[in-house]
């Protein structure tokens, strides 16, 4: 056996088998790079589902986590720290929201932005107790907690996790007049992906996210926007509701937060909401750790003075029109914005994972999503050279017959 066979067999005796993993074990990894056990390098075009948008190991946020690693790492919220004060400030100036709230895990952002348009809905809305309402859509992906899988439409999501959570109603995604049909007396927000990647970079039409503004600022319900995978620069703005000018009430953020080196989520909000939490109504041990808010801050401070919105803009437009240009048999269509790129493989041209694979073989790491789509996420410090290094490759995948069907 390769080492590589003996570690994926070591992880799979060992470990419970919750991820289907390509067959690559990664030992080393810098900028867009990753190098296996056994010596061979692929680049990578997932980016821990945009948890990279700096980049592997990026040198400034490295050494922000060692002068932190040196000083204190963990309080708990019981104190204050030194670092906390920092982040809540960057992430309020970023998105003129008013405040912000930390905690670790995307799931738990997500959860804590729910926790908080309830609570809000209670009082300052005036609903009545236990009878708040959540407006989702059709197709999202907004984490793994049992709450947040009980509105999932995706079955495997939810089956065998019940008792589900009620108060959740769902509408199909990018249906603006849906949404305002489904608003009662009750409803106390919506939580939306601006464009769904885990359901397959699935953009809503233009001006949805104004006509979503619209409609919660006319019926008092909170927008709610998990940025978690298109934020920070992934879409070729800072955040990518800012495409349609508008602000939401509350954002999430996660994943580029920790700038691909720890984890890090937050929810920023307006005053109205985030004033409903007082002391003890919710926590984390962790969230607000000063390690954390030394490498968020340093993450943050890295996406703006490398300008990497701008190039994920200028990269994802280039990297589109090649992909375009390709004129491959098997594709359906190209979408996407900025680096987030959506190739959607025919039916009759099989699932879009042996593509992956036979990608895998020429260097390239990429994941299927959905059955028929590839989804392009490389992280955003990746020059022009490197993009064409990658569609040399992508290229002989998409247009090359022979490894399709080996790999398949
Ligand atoms: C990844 C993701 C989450 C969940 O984040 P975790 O850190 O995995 O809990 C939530 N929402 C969106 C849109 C995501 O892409």
């Not at 885990?198 to 979503?212: A, Q, S, T, Y």
């Not at 909401?273 to 969230?287: E, K, L, N, Q």
Request: aromatic fraction near 8%; include cysteine.
């Amino acid at each position: 056996m390769t080492r590589s066979e003996t570690l994926i067999a070591q992880t799979e005796k060992y470990g419970a088998h919750n991820y289907k993993p390509l067959p690559v074990v990664i030992a080393e990894a810098e900028g867009c790079w990753v190098t296996d056990v056994d010596g061979k390098r692929y680049m990578d075009m997932l980016s821990a589902y945009s948890a990279l948008n700096q980049g592997h190991r990026h040198p400034r946020i490295i050494a922000a986590m060692q002068q932190q690693l040196e000083r204190v790492t963990l309080t708990s919220r019981a104190f204050y720290n030194d670092q906390l004060g920092n982040l809540c400030e960057d992430l309020v100036q970023l998105t003129g929201l008013d405040r912000v709230l930390p905690m670790n895990s995307g799931a738990e952002g997500v959860e804590t932005a729910l926790k908080a348009a309830r609570k809000w809905g209670y009082e300052v809305k005036g609903v009545a107790p236990n009878q708040a309402e959540i407006i989702v859509f059709s197709g999202n992906f907004h984490g793994r907690t049992i709450s947040i899988v009980s509105f999932s439409t995706e079955e495997q999501n939810r089956a065998g996790f019940g008792p589900l959570t009620p108060g959740f109603h769902v509408v199909p995604f990018g249906d603006a007049a849906a949404f305002e049909a489904a608003i009662t007396p009750n409803t106390v927000g919506v939580l939306f992906e601006p464009i769904q990647g885990e359901g397959g970079v699935i953009m809503p039409p233009k001006g949805f996210l104004r006509d979503l503004r619209e409609i919660c600022t006319k019926h008092r319900v909170l927008m709610i926007a998990d940025e978690i995978q298109v934020g920070l620069g992934r879409t070729g703005k800072m955040f990518c509701y800012q495409h349609e000018d508008v602000k939401p009430d509350m954002l999430i953020l996660g994943k580029a937060l920790g700038g691909g080196l720890y984890p890090v989520s937050a929810v920023v909000g307006i005053e109205e909401v985030m004033a409903v939490f007082r002391p003890g109504d919710h926590g984390s041990t962790f969230g607000g750790n000063p390690l954390a808010c030394a490498v968020a801050c340093e993450s943050l401070r890295v996406l703006e003075d490398e300008k990497l919105a701008e190039r994920a803009a200028e990269m994802g437009a280039y990297f589109c029109e090649r992909l375009v240009a390709m004129n491959s048999p098997h594709v359906q269509e190209v979408r996407g914005m900025g680096l987030l790129i959506g190739v959607q493989i025919k039916k009759s041209a099989g699932l879009a994972k042996p593509y992956c694979y036979a990608m895998m073989g020429e260097g390239v790491l990429a994941k299927d999503t959905h059955e028929q789509v590839i989804r392009f996420a490389p992280p955003l410090v990746i020059t022009k050279e490197e993009l064409d290094w990658a569609l040399e490759r992508i290229e002989r995948v998409l247009c090359g017959e022979a490894l399709v069907k080996q790999a398949a």
